[in-house]
């Protein structure tokens, strides 16, 4: 039985209920889980109820301009967001999953407001020191985890442009480092970057048949915080 103010939702683990009155609520989602090359990347939102944003949604299911438009809005009337990353070595010592943890969690201790309980999109959660909600499908159904799926989105395609510029011929600004046919025969014919994750089966492949040493880049993850008030 849901009780009055909250919200309740089956997912794998049974019901799952969370306050629907608590406006220090932060979404957290995460971009860059599947790509072969790159930093993963979460985000954490807390919105304000007094400032909507209409047309929030799961990332996947907008344009590119959409998102940048939306993206604006979100980083201008939120309480508060942080985006956050994982870094390529982290990814590799940790795996995929540990390293998506590790990103959430530093976005919503990196938020500028503490928030009273976190709803983060998927079956896990981060450790963190709050009550925690994981919501699969989550970036669909909650607002909240819709702006921090748009953010991380948002900032890790600015990344892979970025990269594009730095190693031209791979596609990334195209692709976002997912392992696209395009993508592999780049790696195959220029080789095997820094950005790379050589714990990714492709790339450790392609590492083997071209063995090469290659250093991992700085680990100097790009970040943002806002907050309203602050510049």
């Known amino acids: 039985m849901k009780r009055m103010g909250a919200r309740a939702t089956q997912g794998d683990e049974g019901w799952v209920t969370w ?3 608590e406006t220090l609520t932060a979404g957290v989602d995460e971009a860059g889980r599947g790509p072969w090359v790159g930093p993963v990347v979460a985000a954490a939102v807390i919105l304000d109820p007094d400032h909507p944003i209409e047309g929030l949604a799961d990332s996947k299911k907008l344009t590119a301009q959409k998102r940048e438009s939306l993206s604006l809005l979100i980083k201008k009337r939120a309480l508060c967001y942080a985006i956050e990353e994982a870094s390529v070595r982290e990814i590799d010592e940790l795996n995929i999953l540990q390293a998506t943890l590790l990103a959430m969690r530093r976005a919503v201790l990196s938020l500028a407001l503490e928030p009273r309980q976190v709803l983060v999109d998927g079956n896990r959660l981060p450790k963190l020191p709050m009550t925690c909600h994981a919501l699969v499908g989550g970036d669909d159904r909650v607002e909240s985890i819709s702006a921090a799926s748009i953010l991380a989105k948002v900032h890790r395609d600015h990344w892979c442009e970025r990269l594009e510029l730095d190693y031209p011929g791979y ?13 592999a025969l780049a790696m195959s014919t220029l080789g095997v970057t820094p950005w790379h994750r050589r714990s990714f089966a492709p790339v450790a492949k392609e590492l083997i048949a071209r063995p090469q040493l ?6 100097a993850p790009l970040k943002e915080r806002g907050a309203k008030g602050r510049s």
């Open 19 to 21: 306050d629907l009155t």
């Open 171 to 183: 596609g990334f600004a195209k692709h976002k480092g997912y392992g696209t046919q395009a993508h």
């Open 214 to 219: 290659l250093s991992y880049p700085l680990d």
